[in-house]
């Protein structure tokens, strides 16, 4: 089952705009990571945030988590056209066994 | 290698026949998923391979679907009777350990159709 869901399903913005995407899950987790998939193939890790934490910065991205609300936000500034790709956001704990559990994702498409 | 392989990059099967997946994880590396993603869609966790520990196989959707890992490295996802509903990327991913907070590398996918 989909722990994680985010939205909007898809987003176009154009270039130099920023992007905003938002990722709720259902139970209580240990890390929250954002993950990147171009064209449907590998997916590339952006950013981990764990529970612990409020916000984080890499880079033109900014990933906030809100453990009461259980959500999470990634914003990516400044897009650039190279950006357009799924994003996803994950959660991981430990149920038995260690459980990484990805959202449906979030299409962003940046418009030169 | 460098980073996880994955093998073949893309296969065309005739419904009812068996397939094989391949998965070379980073070397060094103990936790090894699969995770399966029809068109579109999100990440559906398949199974997980940690050391030596029995596998998590809760995500295996049916009895047709095996994976196994020898030797503590290379993976190999059995389906059998594929079924056209079988079409999907099938994305292998390691990490050092399979333990909260390391992140996963994942491979480019193997991309199944069934006809």
């Known amino acids: 089952s989909q722990q994680g869901e985010e939205d909007p399903q898809a987003l176009s913005i154009q270039e130099g705009e920023n992007a905003t995407m938002n990722c709720s899950y259902k139970?209580?987790?240990?890390?929250l990571q954002w993950y990147r998939q171009n064209s449907g193939r590998g997916l590339v890790h952006l950013i981990l945030?764990?529970?612990?934490?409020r916000e984080k910065h890499s880079g033109r991205l900014r990933v906030t988590l809100d453990t009461s609300k259980k959500s999470s936000s990634l914003l990516i500034t400044a897009s650039r056209a190279a950006d357009t790709a799924s994003y996803f956001c994950?959660?991981?704990?430990?149920?038995?066994?260690?459980?990484?559990?990805f959202g449906k994702g979030t299409k962003l498409s940046v418009i030169p | 290698g460098a980073g996880v392989s994955q093998s073949p990059s893309n296969k065309v099967t005739e419904k009812g026949k068996d397939v094989e997946l391949r998965c070379d994880p980073i070397?060094?590396?103990?936790?090894l998923y699969w995770y399966r993603q029809s068109l579109g869609q999100g990440l559906e966790f398949l199974i997980y391979f940690q050391g030596n520990s029995a596998p998590d196989k809760s995500g295996l959707p049916s009895d047709r679907f095996s994976a196994e890992r020898t030797g503590g490295s290379v993976s190999t996802l059995t389906i059998q009777r594929t079924q056209q509903e079988d079409s999907a990327v099938y994305l292998c991913?390691?990490?050092?350990?399979?333990?909260?907070?390391?992140?996963?590398?994942f491979g480019e996918g193997s991309w199944l159709t069934v006809v």
């Open positions: 139970t209580s987790i240990n890390n």
């Open positions: 991913a390691s990490s050092l350990v399979g333990a909260s907070g390391n992140t996963i590398y």
């Open positions: 994950a959660t991981d704990r430990w149920a038995g066994s260690y459980q990484l559990t």
């Open positions: 945030i764990r529970s612990n934490e």
């Open positions: 070397s060094g590396h103990t936790a």
